[in-house]
């Protein structure tokens, strides 16, 4: 019985992966930290689009070639669109491989705010 126990640990404990174990690329998420429900979350120029992340809520990852510590985001709710247009990235570095949060709130005078988070 005990062989078979310690067997047992054995095969949970090498089944067992962290979601970063195998990661090969740059994996970003939206957090809607407004009060707003936004229908599409555009981050610089990628195709693939953040849709439907409600108020509180988080989007799923979306896996990025080259990113930075903050972008061009363009949030789309309702009828108006919302515009975070950074200047430049000079003396920024590009994210080295893992998982990010873009963590995006619309100011009562309709400035995007983008507080960037390392996931662990």
Known sequence: MKRFFIFALTLL????TDRDDDVDAINIRIKNASNRNFDEVQVADAEEVYENV?????????????AFQYAFVQIRSGEETFTL???DFVG???LPIGFYTYELDITADGN???NFRIDY
């Open 92 to 94: 920024e570095t590009p």
């Open 54 to 66: 409600a108020s509180g809520d988080y989007s799923g990852y979306l896996v990025y070639e080259t």
């Open 112 to 114: 995007v705010n983008l």
């Open 85 to 87: 247009q950074p200047i």
């Open 13 to 16: 404990t090498l089944g067992c």
